[in-house]
Structure formats: C-alpha cells, structure tokens
T-cell receptor, first 106, second 113 residues
Framework: QKEVEQNSGPLSVPEGAIASLNCTYS??????FFWYRQYSGKSPELIMF????GDKEDGRFTAQLNKASQYVSLLIRDSQPSDSATYLC??????FGAGTRLTVKP | DAGITQSPRYKITETGRQVTLMCHQT?????MFWYRQDLGHGLRLIYY???????DKGEVPDGYVVSRSKTENFPLTLESATRSQTSVYFC????????????FGPGTRLTVT
C-alpha cells in the first residue's frame, strides 16, 4: 500500500509567524509532489509543486523536498488569517494525504 | 463559462437506487478524475480517464461505474447506492496524468439514506 501521511492538525499559528506543514510518502519511485489548499466547503486548488530535491519558493510559500528521507514540506511565511485552510499533500500517482488543517490567529 | 462543473451539487438518495453524478470541463483536458473525500481519508481516487473511451480504476472503484464517450464529459454512476458511499465527490481534469496540476470541480455532496 502506497501511503501519503500528514499530521491532521489542527495546526495553529499567530499571524505573521511561519507555518510548517509536513508530508511523508512511502513510494520511493514518486517523482512529483503537489500542495493543494482547500478552504472549508470548497474544492482543492494547487499552490505549489516540486519535482527536485531542495527548496522551491513562490512568494510567501516554500516547498521543500527530500527524496532520500521521503518527505516534502510546505512553509508559509508571514502567515495571514486568509491562509487558514486545509492543506493537502499529493504524490504523483494521484494519491493524497488526509490534509493538515491550519488556523492562523489574528 | 470555461472551467469544470459538476451536477448536481447536492443529492440525497435512498439505499439501492442508481444515481449518476455529472462532470463537464471546457478546457479539452485529456485526463479526468473522480475522487471521494471523507473525514480522515482525504481525497481517494475512484476512477480516471486518459481520453475518450479510455478509463481505469483508482484506489476505491468498487460500486462505481464510469464512462467517457466525449472528451468533455465524465459521468460517475453508483449502480446501487449504499450508505458507505455518502461522501463529497470531486471531479478533476488535467493535461496529463502524474506530473500535471489537477483542476477540481466544485464537488457534489451525496447523502445515501
């Protein structure tokens, strides 16, 4: 069974702090990784993807991939209340983690 | 409008009834997907399609049937609904399979009584 694991949370951070979301996967052959954001009652939307080891930055978001340790993480800098959502990690073969619920408190 | 739509948005049905959920996309994406989302399980792939008349099973296909006669449509049928199929169903489309962004429809909330 190929698994994608995330801490379900909730993760609570104060406004302006860094939120760190983590994801581990079991299939060493996985090549591409995605982070989706899902607001309550809405559909998922892509915020980041990463294919290579290391960091990838896009505005306040940074995705980090370590294939040797089989984890991928998402950092959100200067967290805003509007970042409050569930964040889903997805691995290339269309497998999703259960999601981590993030709350950013003003 | 361009995009991906699902209908109905909400559906209540009885155990044993057949129900079809519709999905339509206007991007001419080759790939389309059906997921169900349940608390604690995240999104689980039911079926996907690489093109018209090409479909394949995902992680949880039992009890579901799909077809794809046209590129833009990908209906999902529950042949005999069960309470365990109560869920939120999302359709998605993509330019490719494993390494491409998926665009999700608004979802259908299905309740089986």
């Amino acid at each position: 069974q190929k698994e994608v694991e995330q801490n379900s949370g909730p993760l609570s951070v104060p406004e302006g702090a860094i939120a760190s979301l983590n994801c581990t996967y079991s299939d060493r052959g996985s090549q591409s990784f995605f982070w989706y954001r899902q607001y309550s009652g809405k559909s998922p939307e892509l915020i980041m993807f990463i294919y290579s080891n290391g960091d990838k930055e896009d505005g306040r978001f940074t995705a980090q991939l370590n294939k040797a340790s089989q984890y991928v993480s998402l950092l959100i800098r200067d967290s805003q209340p509007s970042d409050s959502a569930t964040y889903l990690c997805a691995v290339h073969d269309m497998r999703f983690g259960a999601g981590t619920r993030l709350t950013v408190k003003p | 409008d361009a995009g991906i739509t699902q209908s109905p948005r909400y559906k209540i049905t009885e155990t044993g009834r057949q129900v079809t959920l519709m999905c339509h996309q206007t991007w001419s994406h080759s790939y389309m997907f059906w997921y169900r989302q349940d608390l604690g399980h995240g999104l689980r792939l039911i079926y996907y399609s690489a093109a018209a008349d090409i479909t394949d099973k995902g992680e949880v296909p039992d009890g579901y049937v799909v077809s794809r006669s046209k590129t833009e449509n990908f209906p999902l049928t529950l042949e005999s609904a069960t309470r365990s199929q109560t869920s939120v169903y999302f359709c998605a489309s993509s330019s490719g399979r494993n390494s491409y962004e998926q665009y999700f429809g608004p979802g259908t909330r299905l309740t089986v009584t």
